[in-house]
């Protein structure tokens, strides 16, 4: 029977903590590749999702307190938003995760990408691009997919992964390339300060061999400093103007629609099926990250036919002449900010669900300029409402708020309200958790809701 030998150490019992996606992924492949290797399930939560018991029988099963007792395994793989500080009593040799355990283990080059915004779409357009012509690339990580698994990819020749800040914390990735789309306030309800945060993003240039550089946020520049860069990349500065502040082998940049790579016209906007602020700023990022990797051609066939992702401005559909759109994966209030800011006219918003902690500052002048109504639900409703009636702007305005307990009752007062020639959007500004697993599963039930209401009409 095939052994497991990870660190120079035989590996007889793995340590499970936490039940996310992508230790979901890891219990799987350890169970098809080392059957014989017994398995500790760690948990806070009393709560085991039954699919997972089903298929697979666990050696030990602690929950609670004792979750961080007892520990006896030679290698327990933390979930991304379990603190390393659990389990302090544990040294670092025994303590890995899915993202570490298969960068440590691949064989073949991997790109990564993290960013308080955008990360996944630059991840998904740069996997793309990548791929055809007897290609295969896979986007892992952060995106929602468990990476350990796809160390039996045979088919992949690159991978391009999504790492967030929590998987971050733990150790620093060896890629060949990496990028940060961009830096700002997030995930302050986990990480201890804004520097912890940033020392987390910072962790993916450490590691990397050919860094890649968004010039137009000062956060991600400071990152980059005393680095030999691959790429730098800018929406508002050209080639000089860039050169004058970084030293980099190549340079992109955008001018008259035009996206240019060392002077060299790549991609005409204007052919990209999404062309919105911060769409060709992805498209932007994903050119730089994969220079030299993939052909002209196929970077001008994705811009082509890519409609976006999931829960990202994603349109749900026209009912009664009213357009529907699921942002769900906006959990913060800047990422709301810049998805309002990519509408022309004003639009009815739904906000609300867990606080991250962050200044809605972003959020209000969002709302006040881009809002015709503002219906709020879940557990920061009433710090969202006390924000926006604590800005004169917003006040003067007049704009209508209204409040609801759950996203579907929200969704179906709206529908109510909202009359033929206007547009609905769910941007929380706030994590699903008060109330669903995952914003998919918020953006989801956004989504029948829509349906629910007006099959019922007709």
Do not use: W
Not at 353 to 382: F, H, M, N, T
């Amino acid at each position: 029977m095939k052994e497991l030998i990870y660190r120079k150490r035989t590996i007889r019992q793995v340590g499970i903590f936490g039940l996310g996606k992508s230790n979901v992924g890891v219990i799987y492949y350890l169970k098809r590749k080392y059957p014989n290797i017994a398995i500790t399930l760690r948990q806070d939560s009393a709560r085991l999702p039954k699919d997972v018991l089903r298929a697979v029988r666990f050696d030990r099963i602690l929950l609670g307190g004792a979750s961080c007792e007892d520990v006896t395994e030679e290698l327990v793989f933390l979930s991304p938003t379990v603190k390393r500080q659990r389990l302090a009593t544990v040294e670092d040799a025994r303590i890995t995760s899915d993202a570490q355990f298969y960068l440590d283990n691949v064989t073949h080059p991997v790109l990564a990408v993290t960013g308080s915004d955008g990360k996944s779409t630059t991840t998904t357009l740069a996997s793309l691009m990548l791929s055809g012509k007897g290609r295969h690339t896979s986007a892992l990580g952060n995106i929602g997919v468990a990476m350990t698994p796809h160390l039996d990819d045979v088919r992949a020749t690159l991978a391009v992964a999504e790492l967030s800040s929590f998987q971050l914390m733990t150790f620093v990735p060896r890629t060949m390339r990496a990028l940060i789309t961009n830096i700002s306030e997030n995930h302050l309800d986990f990480h201890t300060s804004m520097d912890e945060y940033l020392g987390c993003k910072y962790r993916i240039f450490e590691g990397c061999e050919e860094p890649v550089v968004n010039c137009d946020c000062p956060l991600t520049l400071r990152g980059a400093a005393g680095r030999e860069v691959f790429c730098a990349y800018s929406m508002e500065k050209d080639e000089d103007e860039l050169a004058a502040i970084i030293n980099a082998r190549h340079y992109t940049t955008l001018r008259g629609g035009i996206i240019y790579v060392d002077s060299r016209a790549v991609l005409d906007t204007n052919e990209a099926k999404l062309r919105t602020r911060h769409n060709i700023n992805n498209l932007l990022a994903a050119i730089s990250l994969t220079h030299g990797l993939c052909d002209e051609e196929r970077v001008r066939e994705v811009a082509r036919e890519f409609s976006g992702l999931r829960h990202r401005c994603e349109y749900v559909g026209t009912f009664s002449g009213v357009e529907y759109y699921n942002s769900s994966i906006d959990s913060t209030p800047l990422r709301t900010a810049t998805t309002l800011s990519s509408f022309d006219g004003r639009l009815t918003v739904i906000l609300g669900g867990r606080s991250k902690g962050l200044d809605y500052a972003p959020l209000v002048r969002a709302i006040a300029s881009k809002a015709s109504a503002v219906y709020l639900c879940g557990e920061c409703a009433a710090d969202i409402k006390r924000a926006l009636l604590c800005d004169s702007l917003f006040t003067s305005l007049g704009i209508p708020i209204y409040e609801y307990r759950t996203l579907e009752d929200a969704t179906e007062g709206c529908a109510i309200r909202s009359r033929e020639g206007e547009r609905v959007i769910l941007s929380p500004a706030s994590t699903s958790f008060d109330a669903f697993s995952s914003f998919e599963e918020r953006g989801e039930k956004f989504k029948e809701a829509i349906r629910n209401y007006y099959y019922k009409r007709t």
